[in-house]
């Protein structure tokens, strides 16, 4: 199972980003995909999370602001990224499960300037 995560930059209080995550060997319509970040010094936490039927949950901080979503045809997941803040300066990963085991994206920076 391969996960390349890709979409990060540089960008204004504000802005916007949409990250990318390509999958490649698993039956991704399958599986739920979910988007984690780590802040400068801080530990990884969960940001938002897309089942394999399209349901969608958000942690508090970015709920209307960030929007998960996903193409089995593509097998590809997003994170649209909106209105976003310096407190959203993080690297974000994209994540799987499969087969019991967790599968990590390699992560891509994102740094929101003020």
């Known amino acids: 199972v391969q996960l390349q995560a890709s979409g990060g930059g540089l960008v204004q209080a504000g802005g916007s980003l949409r990250l990318s995550c390509k999958a490649a060997?698993?039956?991704?319509?399958?599986?739920?995909m979910n988007w984690y970040r780590q802040p400068p010094g801080k530990q990884r936490e969960w940001v938002a999370g897309i089942t394999s039927g399209s349901s969608t949950e958000y942690t508090d901080v970015v709920k209307g602001r960030f929007t998960v979503s996903r193409d089995n045809v593509r097998r590809m997941a997003f994170l649209q990224m909106d209105r976003l803040t310096p407190e959203d300066t993080a690297v974000y990963y994209c994540?799987?499960?499969?087969?019991?085991?967790?599968?990590w994206g390699q992560g891509t920076l994102v740094t929101v300037s003020s």
């Open positions: 994540k799987t499960r499969c087969s019991g085991a967790d599968f």
């Open positions: 060997g698993i039956n991704f319509r399958l599986h739920d």
